[in-house]
C-alpha cells in the first residue's frame, strides 16, 4: 500500500493531539504535518503556522510538501467548505481529504437544518421550534407550553458557547431577547432552537462514513460541567469516560437501527457524500436514545479515550474511507476503560489568565498527555487556552483509570490550576448499584 505524506488542519485542542498522536504510529504516515499545531503537537510531527481556516496557505503547503492526506480536526473549517475548496481546484481534487463538505457540515452548523433533517429521517429527538428576530413573541409563548427546564440553542456556530439550560421561564424569555434581538451570540443566534428538555444521562457515539458506508467508533461520556457533582457553567468538556458501562448491545442496537442507518441513509438521499466523522451526542431515557444534537468531527475531550482505545490503524480507516470500503473493516477496541480529566486555567469558561508557565509534565507516569491549550516560549511550555491538557489513563476499572488521571494531575502545575477529581464517579455509583 501507498505510503502517505499527511497533513491536520487543528485548532490547538486536545482532539487533534489525539488524532496525531495514532496517525502517526502509522507505517503508512511518511510525514505529519500539524496546522497550526501546539507545544505538545510536536512530538508526533512537525508544527506548521498556518490558521485553519486560511484555505490559500493551506492549499500553497499542500502543493509545496505533496501532501497526499488531509485530515480537518475543528468544525469551522468544514462548515466554510474546505472539502468544497479542495474538490473545486484541479490541484488538490485528487487528494484524499477525511471531513463532509458545506452541505454535510450543516449537520453541525446548523441547529434548525440538523432537527428538520431528523425530523424528515424519523430519527427521536426532542420536540422543537426555531424562531427569528421577527418571531420573538412566538417565542415567547412556545416557552410557555413547555414545562422548565428550558433550553435554548443558537442556530449556527458559538463555539460550544450557543447552548442555554434555564429553569424559570422569565429569565429563558430574556436570554431569547438577547439572543436575537441584541446579538448575544452574534450571527450563530440569529435563528434560536427552543427545544423540550429530556431527562436522561448523555452519551456520545462515534460513525466513520465513507459516504455508502460507515463503522462505529467505541462510545464515550464527557463532563461538561465546571464544578464537581456536575454544577456551574458548561464547558467545552471536564473530561470523559470510554466504556460507558450502561450503553450495552441491545441499547447500541436501538442506537444504530434508529438513528445511525437512517442518519447515513438519509444523507445519501439528500445527495450529500459524507466521508468523515459524524459525532453523535445521544440523551439515554429510561433506555431509549434520542438525538440532542449532531457534530461533523469528533468530540473533545472524547477523542482523548475514543482513539487511544482504537487498536484499528487510523490511516488505514482514512484511506478505506477515500475507497469507499469501510464496509471491509472490522473495528478492534481495547477492552480497558480509559479516563481523560482535562487539566483548565482558573476562571474557565470565563476570563482566564494566559501564559502561565507549566512544570511537572516529566514527572508523569502511566498515562497519555494530550496538550490543548499550550504553546512554546522562550524554552518554556505555558499555558495559551482555557482548556490546557488531557490527562487519558487505562485501568480495569473506572476507578482504576481515573485514579492514574488524578494523580498525575496533581503533578503538573501552573498558576490557578483546576481539574475535577469525581469523572466517572457517577458511572461507578450505576455500576456497583
Known sequence: MT?????????IRGRENALAWKMAQSPLCTHLYIAPGNAGSSRFGTNVPIGVNDFAAIRAFVIEKSITMVVVGPEDPLVKGIRNFFEADP?????????????????????????????????????????TKATLQEGYLFLETLKPPYVLKADGLAAGKGVLILHD????????????????FGEAGSKVVIEEFLDGIEVSVF????????????EAKDYKRIGEGDTGLNTGGMGAVSPVPFVDMPFMKKVEERIIIPTVNGLQEAGIVYKGFI???LMCVKGEPFVIEYNARMGDPETEVVIPRLKNDLVELFIAVANQSLNKVKIETDSRTAVTTMLVSGGYPEDYEKGQVITGLENCEE????????????GKIITSGGRVLAITSFGNSIEEAAEKSTRNATKINYEKKYFRKDIGQDLMKKVTN
Open 3 to 11: 505510503n502517505y505524506y499527511e497533513t491536520t488542519f487543528i485548532r
Open 207 to 218: 460513525v466513520l462514513s465513507d459516504g455508502k458506508n460507515y463503522v462505529i467508533l467505541p
Open 91 to 131: 490541484e488538490l481534487n485528487t487528494i484524499l481529504l477525511i471531513g463532509p463538505d458545506s452541505a454535510g457540515a450543516q449537520l453541525e452548523g446548523s441547529k434548525d437544518f440538523s432537527k428538520l433533517f431528523m425530523q424528515k429521517n424519523n430519527i427521536p429527538t426532542a420536540a422543537y421550534a426555531t424562531f
Open 279 to 281: 459525532f453523535i451526542g
Open 367 to 378: 498515562s497519555l498527555l494530550f496538550h490543548a491549550g499550550t504553546e512554546m516560549k522562550e
Open 169 to 184: 421561564l422569565v429569565v429563558a424569555q430574556q436570554e431569547l431577547k438577547l439572543m436575537l434581538e441584541e446579538g448575544k
